[in-house]
């Protein structure tokens, strides 16, 4: 298990969403957290949210966070500029998420780079390859 501090945060219930497939698919870190935005829930109350994880003696963190500019990036953000162990990511996805459950990070700033890098090897495109020319034989029927 990494030695680095997750916390998965977002918009509505992007947060708690990304907590339950994680929990059908493996088992979560204990150091894992994960903190829904609502509405109607203002910066300073994240803030607070976010700071009673992180305690009184914060060790190295990493946020995981749903949109780049979002209130969720932005407090994590401010947080992360007063403590160089904090790390930042934006735009995660469930894969990435997962990948890095498997993973051993002893500080946020390469666990953040490793789960971008993941995150964009993971995002594809499906694409139906057809054959140039469809063969028929006449025992197929039509």
């Known amino acids: 298990m990494s030695k680095v501090q997750v916390i998965v945060t977002g ?20 150091n894992w957290s994960f903190v829904n935005f609502s509405e109607g829930m203002s910066d300073k109350e994240l803030q607070a949210k976010f700071e009673q ?8 963190t990493l ?26 990511v934006a735009g995660c996805n469930l894969g990435s998420l997962l990948e890095s459950v498997f993973s051993d990070y002893d500080n946020a700033e390469t666990y953040a780079d490793a789960v971008v890098a993941a995150a964009k090897q993971g995002t594809q495109k499906f694409t139906l390859d057809m054959p140039d020319k469809m063969t028929t034989s006449s025992d197929d029927g039509i």
Do not use: M
């Open 11 to 30: 918009h509505g219930t992007f947060a708690e969403g990304i907590e339950g497939a994680l929990h059908l698919l493996t088992s979560v870190p204990d």
């Open 53 to 60: 994880i992180l305690g009184s003696d914060p060790k190295p």
């Open 63 to 88: 946020f995981f966070t749903d949109l780049a500019g979002g209130t969720p990036y932005k407090v994590a953000a401010t947080l992360a500029a007063k403590h160089p162990e904090f790390a930042v």
